[in-house]
């Protein structure tokens, strides 16, 4: 069974402009959750996505959002960049919402020049 | 709200010797909890979770975890580390179901030396 696709792996993009970070699950999982890491904040929950709906959203601004389409790939988003939205962007797939088990891809790394 | 604590920010331990990664949570009724690894550049691993049951939890390669519910606790244990263990060791914890999210502890990076 293949594992938790991210794309892309890299990216370098300047403050202002925006992102799309994709995600495909697990075979058979329909949650998608997206997590933001940094060296400083560690692992913050952004959303959690089940079934193309969002059950739970984390303390982000508006600029970050997601969606998830009818195969369950999932999709984030981030406009007008700042700085401090560098970071890796690890999405994870489970069987169920909520806190069954999460299945990492090995994440996007964005860097804002 | 549910919380996770790793007081441990780094450790450095000798290859062979034993190791133990301290956990400790904030949940209002018995949680699932995890731990999951993470090496340079990878995304995050599942090494054992614990939801109900044994309150000691075997792993993969060779980790092991003991729920003390009297302290909150969920350490990580494994009896001789080996070098390919380096890496950063993140303690989460989760609901018993309901649309909640899981929350990770702040991580433990851990080094091994010959």
């Known amino acids: 069974k293949a594992g938790v696709t991210q794309t892309p792996r890299y990216l370098i993009k300047t403050r202002g402009q925006q992102v799309t970070l994709s995600c495909s699950p697990i075979s058979g999982h329909r949650s998608v959750s997206w997590y933001q890491q940094t060296p400083g904040q560690g692992l913050q929950f952004l959303f959690e996505?089940?079934?193309?709906?969002?059950?739970n959203k984390g303390n982000f601004p508006g600029r970050f959002s997601g969606r998830q389409f009818s195969n369950s790939r999932s999709e984030m988003n981030v406009s007008t960049l700042e700085l401090g939205d560098s970071a890796l962007y690890l999405c994870?797939?489970?069987?169920?919402?909520?806190?069954?088990?999460?299945?990492f891809g090995e994440g996007s790394r964005l860097t804002v020049l | 709200a549910q919380s996770v604590t790793q007081p441990d920010i780094h450790i450095t331990v000798s290859e062979g010797a034993s190791l133990e990664l301290r956990c400790n949570y904030s949940y209002g009724a018995t949680p699932y909890l995890f731990w999951y690894v993470q090496s340079p550049g990878q995304g995050l691993q599942l090494l054992l979770k614990?939801?109900?049951?044994?309150?000691l939890v075997q792993g993969i390669k060779g980790f092991e975890a003991e729920f003390k519910r009297s302290q909150s606790s969920f350490n990580l244990r494994k009896p001789s580390v080996h070098w390919s263990d380096a890496a950063e060791y993140f303690c989460a914890v989760g609901p018993l179901g309901g649309y909640q999210k899981v929350t990770f502890g702040t991580g433990t990076k851990l080094q091994v030396i010959p």
């Open positions: 614990y939801f109900s049951g044994d309150t």
């Open positions: 994870a797939s489970s069987d169920r919402t909520g806190a069954g088990e999460l299945f």
């Open positions: 996505y089940f079934s193309e709906t969002q059950r």
